[in-house]
């Protein structure tokens, strides 16, 4: 049966654990070249390793993205190997502190802003031309639905969810009349190191393993995918409830 992914080439950030290395495997496995971006270089590596010896084929690009040079560093080295991309999945994020508004550290908030925004805004501006030279970019984003809800001591990381979509929208009107598509994916409970800090309370095996979300993010991948703009409820996505998803 043809894979999914043949001859497309993807970057996944935060792609050494949780969704983002769930997401690289499924990747590789469709045929995609996975470019696997993270700061834990030995991790990424083993990654790499694992899917060659299953057939595939990945690269590793070590970088930090909550400082911005290593970002524009991550982006020339992708500029250098690869004349075009197809697929950006900006899933690496940082969960910040879990403290009310009036006690939330600075200097956290903003490193949830670097990281979960300011290092994407970089990405797509540095990577716009690669994107436009590939007949059909895929660009997907990974938010969480603490974005809308208000929840308390959810602080950095809701705003920055927040100021991510808000970005989307924009990106998405800015890229209007070119083969990109933009989609924003909320994954819902899944059971990585972050839902882990997140909710300490909750069993994790009451909760779905992130390789539960491989089939939704290989069709947003994918040539064919002409979805634009829409906002997917992952746990909607997968009950079959696909006209859920709603405008970013
Ligand atoms: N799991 C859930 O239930 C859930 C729910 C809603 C949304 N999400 C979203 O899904 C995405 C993946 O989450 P996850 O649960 O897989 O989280 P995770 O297990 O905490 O993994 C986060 C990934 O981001 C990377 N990362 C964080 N800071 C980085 C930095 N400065 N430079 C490079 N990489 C960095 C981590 O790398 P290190 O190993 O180096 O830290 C790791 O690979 C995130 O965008 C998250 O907001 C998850």
């Not at 940082?94 to 550290?105: F, M, T």
């Not at 809308?148 to 001591?153: L, S, Y």
Request: hydrophobic content about 50%; glycine content about 6%.
């Amino acid at each position: 049966m043809a894979r999914k992914l043949e001859n497309r080439t993807a970057l996944v950030t935060g792609a050494n654990r949780g969704i983002g290395l769930a997401i690289a495997k499924a990747y590789a496995s469709e045929g995609a070249k996975v470019l696997l971006a993270g700061r834990n270089e030995a991790a990424l590596k083993r990654l790499q390793a694992e899917i060659a010896a299953a057939g595939g084929q990945a690269k590793v690009f070590a970088a930090d993205l909550e400082d911005a040079a290593s970002v524009r560093a991550l982006a020339a080295s992708i500029k250098r190997e690869f004349p075009s991309l197809d697929v950006f999945v900006a899933n690496a994020a940082s969960l910040g502190a879990r403290v009310p508004l009036v006690r939330y550290p600075l200097e956290t908030w903003r490193q949830s802003l670097r990281i979960n925004v300011e290092a994407n805004l970089i990405l797509l501006g540095e990577l716009d031309a690669l994107f436009k030279a590939s007949d059909s970019a895929r660009i997907i984003l990974l938010s969480a639905n603490v974005a809308t809800q208000g929840k308390a001591t959810t602080g950095s990381y809701a705003v920055s969810k927040a100021a991510l979509e808000a970005m989307a929208r924009i990106y998405i009107v800015e890229s209007k009349g070119t083969p990109i598509r933009v989609n924003i994916v909320s994954p819902g409970p899944t059971r990585t190191e972050m839902r882990a800090r997140a909710a300490p309370e909750e069993n994790p095996m009451s909760i779905k393993p992130p390789e539960a979300l491989a089939p939704l993010f290989v069709e947003l991948a994918t040539r064919e995918c002409q979805r634009q703009g829409e906002w997917l409820n992952a746990d909607d996505w997968l009950a079959g409830r696909t006209a859920a998803a709603r405008p970013v």
